[in-house]
């Protein structure tokens, strides 16, 4: 990709930073938020796989330890299996094609964010908000998306709801920031599933920027009529 002289949207520098991430034009347009539903689809795809495979799986046994008078209780090796193997009935429901609402049951809000991970059965609730920033942002959208959501944490966990909020930004140049890993891992991708997950995401990231700098002329009226998912 080599930089333009003049940005053709807003006439300002055309920087490579400027067409893929900062162009008012394209953000007004939509540009930008076309290429993250690109990433999100890829990213929940690769979250509803894996709840899949933790629903397909026996849950692990319980057994109970004996212990000898005066001798310490040894400590039994925690489960590897990740969020996704604390229940049974998680359910994911993704801010594509139509507008994700927040479950009311749990928190009257009009926040939306990108995915909604949840059981009831344990009643716990993860909110999942992926930013496809310029590289040098990431830190900075972490923090912006932790403090967005921080009050309906709270709000959730005063209910009586395990909350939490897990930011993941992935570069739109395709690369991926610590969060999208440790995400995963979180949820209990590992191995060659979590190198493939990975792996593909960035590459929705670095393909949809690839198609937005090659369009960068073209209206996005234009542009959309020949569009094609990434």
Request: charge should be positive; glycine fraction near 6%.
């Amino acid at each position: 990709m080599t930089e333009s002289p003049t940005c053709k949207l807003c006439q300002r520098r055309g920087t490579l930073e400027h067409i893929l991430s900062c162009c008012p034009k394209a953000l007004g347009d939509g540009r930008y938020r076309w290429r993250h539903d690109q990433v999100l689809r890829v990213l929940a795809d690769t979250i509803s796989s894996a709840i899949r495979t933790s629903q397909s799986q026996l849950p692990p046994k319980k057994s109970i330890t004996f212990v000898r008078a005066g001798e310490k209780t040894r400590r039994q090796p925690t489960s590897t299996g990740g969020l996704l193997s604390t229940a049974r009935d998680w359910q994911l429901k993704v801010d594509l094609g139509h507008q994700l609402k927040f479950p009311e049951h749990i928190v009257a809000t009009s926040l939306r964010p990108d995915m909604v991970l949840m059981s009831k059965s344990t009643k716990q609730v993860i909110l999942l908000e992926l930013t496809v920033p310029w590289e040098d942002r990431i830190i900075e959208a972490n923090e912006r998306k932790r403090a967005k959501y921080s009050e309906l944490v709270k709000e959730s966990r005063r209910g009586g709801w395990r909350a939490s909020c897990v930011p993941i930004e992935v570069g739109c140049r395709g690369f991926a920031g610590q969060s999208l890993t440790r995400a995963l891992k979180l949820l209990g991708v590992r191995g060659l599933r979590l190198r493939s997950a990975v792996r593909n995401i960035l590459e929705a990231a670095e393909k949809a920027s690839r198609w937005l700098w090659f369009r960068r002329g073209e209206s996005w009226g234009l542009a959309t009529r020949t569009q094609v998912r990434v």
